[in-house]
T-cell receptor, first 111, second 113 residues
Framework: DQQVKQNSPSLSVQEGRISILNCDYT??????FLWYKKYPAEGPTFLIS?????DKNEDGRFTVFLNKSAKHLSLHIVPSQPGDSAVYFC??????????FGKGTKLTVNP | NAGVTQTPKFRILKIGQSMTLQCAQD?????MYWYRQDPGMGLKLIYY???????DKGEVPNGYNVSRSTTEDFPLRLELAAPSQTSVYFC????????????FGQGTRLTVV
């Protein structure tokens, strides 16, 4: 039973354009959501997060939007750069100490 | 500033062998986690710990054991290795409380042949 779902295994965008990565969750107890970025042969690194009391959080080129009623969040990267090419994981926590991850979306930004 | 350190980085095991994956953090974090990443399958939680002497199972604990005798260390033990345990293993830690991010190690790539 997958509690955090990233339904797009991959996404390809042109440099300078917007990248939108989506994530859905099923557990109503989740109240904190995170995005991690992972390069090959490295561990995931924290990118940005959002609490359930907010609907938007911005950090430079990265913005996360949360729609609690739809149990949906998205990560926007504007403008996209080739160095953003990586696998992006959505994660959620709440109701316990566990941190639950989605399967990831591989983003490719083409020059 | 070491953060989360995992050893070894790579290992090949024969079926039936045992080994311990080491994880150490120097951030005084209470919470520690072990995940495995299989291709296209995301990160699955194996075991976690909320403090020294306290451990609990995650989604996929079978075939593994953990201990947490100190705040800094959280080793993962594989007994009787099987090909299904071929994976990349990540250790992570975070500070106690809600709304805090986890920090990950570089991973251990394990192959069981």
């Amino acid at each position: 039973d997958q509690q955090v779902k990233q339904n797009s295994p991959s996404l390809s965008v042109q440099e300078g354009r917007i990248s939108i990565l989506n994530c859905d969750y099923t557990n109503s107890m989740f109240d904190y959501f995170l995005w991690y970025k992972k390069y090959p042969a490295e561990g995931p690194t924290f990118l940005i997060s959002i609490s359930s009391i907010k609907d938007k959080n911005e950090d430079g080129r990265f913005t996360v939007f949360l729609n609690k009623s739809a149990k949906h969040l998205s990560l926007h990267i504007v403008p996209s750069q080739p160095g953003d090419s990586a696998v992006y994981f959505c994660a959620a926590q709440g109701g316990s100490e566990k941190l639950v991850f989605g399967k990831g979306t591989k983003l490719t930004v083409n020059p | 500033n070491a953060g989360v350190t995992q050893t070894p980085k790579f290992r090949i095991l024969k079926i039936g062998q045992s080994m311990t994956l080491q994880c150490a953090q120097d951030m005084n974090h209470n919470y520690m986690y072990w995940y495995r990443q299989d291709p296209g399958m995301g990160l699955k939680l194996i075991y976690y710990s909320v403090g020294a002497g306290i451990t609990d199972k995650g989604e996929v604990p079978n075939g593994y054991n953990v201990s947490r005798s100190t705040t800094e260390d959280f080793p993962l033990r594989l007994e009787l290795a099987a090909p299904s345990q071929t994976s990349v293993y990540f250790c992570a830690s975070r500070v106690r409380g809600t709304n805090t991010e986890a920090f990950f190690g570089q991973g251990t790539r394990l192959t069981v042949v």
